[in-house]
């Protein structure tokens, strides 16, 4: 079967760096999305992988690995405002989205 | 503001009831979806469709019905709720489907609980 790993639960302090990992296990690899989905609200597009390596956007990073079936998204210089759950997916060989369960994030003064 | 508008965002509803939820996208985006949300679990397709005019099932579609007449509106029928079906729903969109698909652009949500 096709499976997407993500922990549970993150604590992280304001102004540090925490890394989240994501593995999976899919029929086929088109590509590793990354979203952020605040309590309530709607996810939101972070990143973008299909090749191996490290794609940077601001206090954002994301990395791949697809021998190792690896990912992790990377956040730097942590706000309050960061304290959301982040949703790891990966795109099949049909191109159908298959989605992690979600970090959730807590950052602590 | 350009998005997704999803209707109602919250409902109640008895079981065995029947219930629309709407959903309507003014980007022109060609591929819609509907996904239910549900603690502890991924995001789940439910049915989606590459352009107007068709549709396709996804990995949980079983009480459920699309339909997708124009490009805009995608909306969701549930023919005789059934508690099981107490989610929270989100509608989304992306400017192709299939090889080309890109990012999902999503709805709010809307919460149904069924009694």
């Known amino acids: 079967g096709q499976n997407i790993d993500q922990p549970t639960e993150m604590t992280a302090t304001e102004g540090a760096i925490v890394q989240i990992n994501c593995t999976y296990q899919?029929?086929?690899?088109?590509?590793l999305f990354w979203y952020q989905q605040h309590a309530g609200e709607a996810p939101t597009f972070l990143s973008y992988?299909?090749l191996d390596g490290l794609e940077e956007k601001g206090r954002f990073s994301s990395f791949l690995s697809r021998s190792k079936g690896y990912s992790y998204l990377l956040l730097k210089e942590l706000q309050m405002k960061d304290s959301a759950s982040y949703l790891c997916?990966?795109?099949?060989?049909?191109?159908?989205?298959?989605w992690g369960a979600g970090t959730k994030l807590i950052i602590k003064p | 503001t350009a998005g997704i508008t999803q209707a109602p965002t919250s409902q109640i509803l008895a079981a065995g009831r029947s219930m629309t939820l709407r959903c309507t996208q003014d980007?022109?985006?060609?591929?819609m979806y509907w996904y239910r949300q549900d603690l502890g679990l991924g995001l789940r397709l439910i049915h989606y469709?590459?352009?107007?005019?068709?549709?396709g099932k996804g990995e949980v579609p079983d009480g459920y019905s699309v339909s997708r007449a124009n490009t805009d509106d995608f909306p969701l029928t549930l023919a005789s709720a059934v508690p099981s079906q107490t989610s929270v729903y989100f509608c989304?969109?992306?400017?192709?489907?299939?090889?080309?698909?890109?990012?999902?652009?999503f709805g709010a949500g809307s919460r149904l609980t069924v009694l």
């Open positions: 989304a969109s992306s400017d192709s489907g299939g090889a080309g698909a890109n990012v999902l652009t």
């Open positions: 980007m022109r985006h060609n591929a």
């Open positions: 469709s590459n352009t107007a005019g068709t549709t």
């Open positions: 899919t029929s086929g690899f088109n590509g």
């Open positions: 992988n299909v």
């Open positions: 997916a990966v795109r099949d060989s049909n191109y159908q989205l298959i």
